[in-house]
Each structure stands twice: as structure tokens, then as C-alpha cells.
């Protein structure tokens, strides 16, 4: 697997990845990471494409759900220290 972007924001942090012939692309937020999976060959324009496809609406969205899946793990952990 190798880097092909990082891409660093205030409020997550990017990774694309190139491996076995598909793009990987990380957002990370504290200790909470998603991964995309794409295909290279449906990247038409390559890495542009992948820049094309993280507009903001979609980097919002992951964002709200980091804070779902935040709020999920610290109710489960109350649920673990009762």
C-alpha cells in the first residue's frame, strides 16, 4: 500500500492509498478512522477523479458520522462501566 495524498483539513484528516489496484481513500478523526474502497478502474481521471469525488457535502457527511459513531462507542462504554 502506498500513499498517493494526504489531504489535512482542521476537522479530519484525508489519505488516499493506491493498493492492488484500488484506491483507499481514510478519513481520520481522533481515534475513529472510515475507509472508502474504489476501484482504480472506475476512476476515470485517476487521482483527479478521487479529488473530484470529495467534494464538501460528501467530507460533511463523513464528519457527522464520526460524531454518530463517537456518540454510539460512549454510550456503549457507559453501558461497559455500569
Same mark, same amino acid.
Given at each position: 500500500?502506498?500513499?498517493?495524498?494526504?489531504?489535512?483539513?482542521?476537522?479530519?484528516?484525508?489519505?488516499?492509498?493506491?493498493?492492488?489496484?484500488?484506491?483507499?481513500?481514510?478519513?481520520?478523526?481522533?481515534? =475513529?478512522? *472510515? !475507509?472508502?474502497?474504489?476501484?482504480?478502474?472506475? @476512476?476515470? %481521471?485517476?487521482? +483527479?477523479?478521487?479529488?473530484?469525488?470529495?467534494?464538501?457535502? =460528501?467530507? *460533511? !457527511?463523513?464528519?457527522?458520522?464520526?460524531?454518530? @459513531?463517537? %456518540?454510539?462507542? +460512549?454510550?456503549?462504554?457507559?453501558?461497559?462501566?455500569?
Amino acid at each position: 500500500m502506498r500513499v498517493i495524498a494526504e489531504l489535512p483539513r482542521p476537522d479530519c484528516k484525508i489519505t488516499i492509498f493506491s493498493m492492488n489496484m484500488k484506491f483507499l481513500i481514510k478519513f481520520e478523526k481522533g481515534s =475513529f478512522e *472510515q !475507509t472508502y474502497k474504489l476501484s482504480e478502474t472506475d @476512476m476515470t %481521471n485517476g487521482i +483527479n477523479s478521487i479529488f473530484e469525488l470529495l467534494d464538501e457535502e =460528501f467530507i *460533511q !457527511t463523513v464528519i457527522k458520522k464520526f460524531d454518530a @459513531m463517537r %456518540n454510539d462507542f +460512549n454510550a456503549d462504554y457507559k453501558r461497559y462501566e455500569s
